[in-house]
């Protein structure tokens, strides 16, 4: 039976307890410069309270087909890098004051440094990868580096444009968020030497469990509490995201409804109350419901994607982590 609580999280974690160990000392280590700002900045973020699921799945992906060796949690570390260098930069891009509950680093050293530190990180995470070696790695994360920027870009294209679309959106979130997730998993397949149909696999695994978790996240947004979700509810509709709430509630607004997005969005108006009553035109025409049942069927096909690997308690972990992603509130 599938475990959807919170414990499933812990629970995954425990299995990887060890290789995760390692990983954290490798950050450690490798966060090291004589320029004082690049480790303080980065233990900053480093140690603020994330769940730390990319690393994680290189890790569980690899202990999956039995990998005794030391490699991937290097590739997890560097996987911790690349997740970091995106928030501070995505911090900076979005004007976020809070991040897990705690200030953000452009809130405590304005915007210049977190920019110079996520460079670093990107920096450090290549002169790493190299050091190790293998060019089939290299490529993968060559590549999804290049997406993810990618997806930062078509992201700030899309903000305040009510002519996005679901189809529009999901290329967003496969670019920006989902990237990341496949290529953790697939790192993992690759670390333990397997062929390159089991790495799709887990590459596939992991983007349809990233499409599904930033759904959700999107979702939580119109839904949660700021102390729950470790960020303030409402900052994607002030910074005018079209995510898949907004892009339903408005694609089935009618009349007023529509100027009212469109003031909000569009024109940038948001007088008191509005997110309160984007709330509730949101609830209206379903569309958290509609979101959630997206979320719900990407993570079906997460699950479908690790049919045929062996069938062993990281197989069930990752399963359960499926489904931990839509039935989450945090």
Known sequence: ?????PEALARLRELVSDDL???NRIIIEQLDSHVEMIPTLGQHLLNSGGKRLRPILTLIAAKLFGY????????AAVVEFIHTATLLHDDVVDKSNTR???????SVWGNKAPVLVGDFLFSRS???LVEHGDLRVLRIMADCCAIISEGEVMQLVASNDLATNEARYLDVVKHKTASLFA???????????????EAAKLSEFGLKLGIAYQVVDDALDYASQSDELGKNVGDDFQEGKMTLPVIHAYAHAEGE??????????????PEGSFERAIALIRERGSLEYAMGKARQFAAEAKAALEGLPDTPEKQALANLADFS????Y
Do not use: P, Y
């Open 21 to 23: 160990e390692r990983t």
């Open 68 to 75: 005794q060796g030391n490699d991937h949690a290097l590739l």
């Open 100 to 106: 897990r509950g705690r200030a953000t680093a452009n």
């Open 126 to 128: 290549f002169q790493i």
């Open 183 to 197: 290529s953790a998993s697939q790192l993992g397949a690759v670390a333990a030497g397997r062929s390159d149909e």
């Open 326 to 329: 839509v039935d989450r509130s």
């Open 257 to 270: 409804e529509k100027e009212f997005w469109q003031k909000c969005l569009e024109e940038d108006e948001q």
């Open 1 to 5: 039976m599938a475990d959807t609580t």
